[in-house]
């Protein structure tokens, strides 16, 4: 029988390429993005975030783009490695607010 | 390195019966939370709490649930009457300052999966 919810988007990479993984949120209210990822069996761990009054944000190997004005939200992962194998979510949230709003995911898959 | 410890990784139990879900928070962190993830589904919040009080709660968080800081250290959830859709993970985080502020990273833990035969 079919498995409802377990079609994740799927980026398939081989080591040492970039990869850009794309999120899509859905409140124009937010004004704080952030990426998760997380392996299996874990919980989400905090990668980069970006504030609604920038456009992009760089970490190490990592770097966020933010487009307010189609709600979107990437991330790029540079030289990527097997390590970088997971799920990643972006959740969107709002000042003042604790809720965090997850977007559905995409699996990042990276062979050697 | 801190990190937000859960237990138990994973419980399995009958429709119907109380389960606690327990969680010891980052130990300077002040602001805690509860979300879920169904099997293959994308993280959804439950509800958060600071200064011994629910901040907000989504609409799953409904009369079956709650939550608890029974002492300095736990921050628990207890869900009264479970039912075959609570099956989840259910991943407690924590944070030093509320959302949206400079130091507002949320810290997860590992989850408890939760099994409602």
């Known amino acids: 029988g079919e498995s409802v919810g377990l079609h994740l988007p799927t980026l398939s990479v081989q080591e040492g390429d970039n990869s850009i993984i794309n999120c899509a949120y859905s409140?124009?209210?937010?004004?704080?993005f952030i990426w998760y990822k997380q392996e299996s069996g874990k919980g989400p761990q905090f990668i980069i975030d970006?504030?609604?009054?920038?456009d992009k944000r760089q970490g190490q190997r990592v770097t966020v783009l933010l487009n307010k004005t189609v709600k979107h939200l990437s991330l790029q992962i540079a030289a990527t490695q097997p390590g970088d194998s997971a799920v990643y979510f972006c959740?969107?949230?709002?000042?003042?607010?604790?809720?965090?709003?997850f977007g559905k995911g995409t699996m990042l898959l990276v062979s050697p | 390195e801190p990190e937000v410890t859960q237990t138990p990784s994973h419980q399995v139990t009958q429709m119907g019966q109380e389960v606690i879900l327990r969680c010891v928070p980052i130990?300077?962190?002040?602001?805690f939370y509860w979300y879920r993830q169904i099997l293959g589904q994308k993280v959804e919040f439950l509800v958060s709490?600071?200064?011994?009080?629910?901040?907000?709660k989504s609409e799953i968080f409904d009369d079956q649930f709650s939550v608890e800081r029974p002492d300095g250290s736990n921050f628990t959830l207890k869900i009264r009457s479970t039912k075959l859709e609570d099956s989840a993970m259910y991943f407690c985080?924590?944070?030093?300052?509320?959302?949206?502020?400079?130091?507002?990273?949320?810290?997860f833990g590992e989850g408890s999966r939760l099994t409602v035969l």
């Open positions: 985080a924590s944070s030093e300052a509320p959302r949206g502020a400079n130091t507002g990273e949320l810290f």
């Open positions: 409140n124009s209210a937010s004004d704080y």
């Open positions: 970006i504030r609604s009054n920038m």
């Open positions: 959740a969107e949230s709002k000042s003042g607010y604790s809720t965090l709003t």
């Open positions: 130990s300077n962190h002040l602001y």
């Open positions: 709490f600071y200064n011994n009080e629910i901040s907000e």
